[in-house]
């Protein structure tokens, strides 16, 4: 899958490409990453992409003139890039902005099984609407909170998406056992010590759950299980009914979940 994103800022996404394990989509490009310096499209000598906004206010808008060269030449080089000119899959073309999608491992999953998208990375106080009227198919929102531009969640998105593509994690399983792959919240983790002691402050030994130490396969997938629910129960409820709307909490999910104390139903 092709990712073309437009930026003012392309060096902040170099680092991020080059680190950790989802670095290994970036290097074979199983996510094929195109940067495109917008101020690469403006017309004047100062390579200006904003100007004052009309009407008045504060702030600068992000010009729709150098947007539209910029988003042409990606579109072109992306249809020059097809093997055998084959014909291309609209990729989706995202818009970062408070009101769009919230973004959620759904979406990313969708994203993840398609041929990628173009990213739009705006700054200052937005891009000119014209622009965005006409060519944006999806916008997403990371949250209710303002961040200084699009980079931050085109970054998040590519991670996200990056994580599910195959051979990415060193366990094929990482990625269906994380929150949000089966509706939940994850469980709880442990690893080594086997008793956690002797920190500042600690009164009493830390030990790791004894069914995690027993080996019974069986029994430790129910406690994940459970300890899963209970958590999604006291912090996310709304997981909780989304699940069961969707069929996705067994008669044993639900006799757990109906025995918890009140203030975790």
């Not at 739009?120 to 303002?146: A, N, P, W």
């Amino acid at each position: 899958m092709r990712f073309d994103i437009l930026t003012l800022f392309p060096e902040l996404f170099g680092p991020h490409m080059s680190q950790g394990v989802t670095r290994r989509a970036f290097e074979s490009r199983q996510v094929d990453v195109h940067l495109w310096q917008l101020r690469d499209f403006a017309s004047d000598n100062y390579r200006r992409v904003d100007d004052r906004p009309f009407g008045g206010g504060p702030g600068m808008v992000m010009l729709a003139e150098p947007l539209e060269r910029a988003l042409a030449a990606a579109k072109a080089a992306r249809t020059e890039a097809l093997a055998d000119g084959a014909a291309d899959t609209p990729p989706a073309i995202i818009h970062f902005s408070p009101t769009g999608r919230r973004m959620d491992q759904v979406l990313v999953q969708e994203l993840a099984r398609g041929p990628g998208a173009v990213l739009l990375c705006g700054r200052y106080e937005g891009m000119d609407q014209r622009f965005l009227d006409r060519h944006v198919t999806l916008e997403i929102s990371l949250g209710d909170f303002v961040l200084s531009g699009g980079e931050l969640p085109a970054l998040a998105l590519l991670d996200a998406v990056a994580r599910l593509q195959d051979g990415v994690l060193g366990d094929a399983q990482s990625h269906a056992q994380d929150s949000f792959s089966d509706g939940l919240l994850d469980c709880p983790h442990y690893s080594r010590p086997e008793v956690l002691s002797g920190l500042p402050g600690q009164t009493e030994d830390l030990p790791v759950p004894a069914v995690l130490m027993s080996g019974h396969h069986a029994q430790i997938a129910r406690w994940r299980r459970e300890r899963s629910l209970e958590l999604t129960q006291r912090r996310r409820p709304d997981l909780i009914l989304a699940a069961r709307a969707a069929g996705r909490l067994s008669k044993a999910d639900e006799r757990f979940l109906a025995q918890l104390p009140a203030e975790g139903r």
